[in-house]
T-cell receptor, first 110, second 110 residues
Framework: RKEVEQDPGPFNVPEGATVAFNCTYSNSASQSFFWYRQDCRKEPKLLMSVYSSGNEDGRFTAQLNRASQYISLLIRDSKLSDSATYLCVLGKGGSYIPTFGRGTSLIVHP | EAQVTQNPRYLITVTGKKLTVTCSQNMNHEYMSWYRQDPGLGLRQIYYSMNVEVTDKGDVPEGYKVSRKEKRNFPLILESPSPNQTSLYFC?????????FGPGTRLTVL
């Protein structure tokens, strides 16, 4: 089983839709979790951290399920500008080698 | 403006010709790292540095060297590039959980 798994997509949704991505991980020692956004041929940028209690930022909600070892990202009221690749990133306590998922591609169409 | 810069942004070279990709950050971050991104494989860490004169291997260090003589700079050196090092390279810095990425260097080795 890969350390971090994401459905590559693409998820093709209309504007205004709600879309959710999951990211599963195999290493129970993972202690920090993040979602990054990457636009085509650009650098990744932090979208949000994922806390045990969940995290909400406007239209975006991230959740962590340690028992089932996955994190999720929910995007409500999708905008055209949300079209990007969303990377799941895990960090292990004391390690400086974060593990990146391969990303999930989202395409929001008019 | 807080940023990570990389140079060159694009480079086409030939097998065996030594090259250096520079990386500089102006945020006084202690931690810096290099990644390569390949289609279907996601981001993989090459080397990282926790501070000046402290470097360590990431997941895919073979064929690369780095140095950290100053806090702000973290160059990536390919002593004898080969075609399998054709990739998109990102430098990143952080002082906590969030990583700030440079704009990327697209390298082609013929």
């Amino acid at each position: 089983r890969k350390e971090v798994e994401q459905d590559p997509g693409p998820f093709n949704v209309p504007e205004g839709a709600t879309v959710a991505f999951n990211c599963t991980y195999s290493n129970s020692a993972s202690q920090s979790f993040f979602w990054y956004r990457q636009d085509c041929r650009k650098e990744p940028k932090l979208l949000m951290s994922v806390y045990s209690s969940g995290n909400e930022d406007g239209r975006f909600t991230a959740q962590l399920n340690r028992a089932s070892q996955y994190i999720s990202l929910l995007i409500r009221d999708s905008k055209l500008s949300d079209s990007a690749t969303y990377l799941c990133v895990l960090g292990k306590g004391g390690s400086y080698i974060p593990t990146f998922g391969r990303g999930t591609s989202l395409i929001v169409h008019p | 403006e807080a940023q990570v810069t990389q140079n060159p942004r694009y480079l086409i070279t030939v097998t065996g010709k030594k090259l250096t990709v520079t990386c500089s950050q102006n945020m006084n971050h202690e931690y810096m790292s290099w990644y390569r991104q390949d289609p279907g494989l996601g981001l993989r860490q090459i080397y990282y540095s926790m501070n000046v004169e402290v470097t360590d291997k990431g997941d895919v260090p073979e064929g690369y060297k780095v140095s950290r003589k100053e806090k702000r700079n973290f160059p990536l050196i390919l002593e004898s590039p080969s075609p399998n090092q054709t990739s998109l390279y990102f430098c990143a810095s952080s002082q906590g959980d969030e990583q700030f990425f440079g704009p990327g260097t697209r390298l082609t080795v013929l």
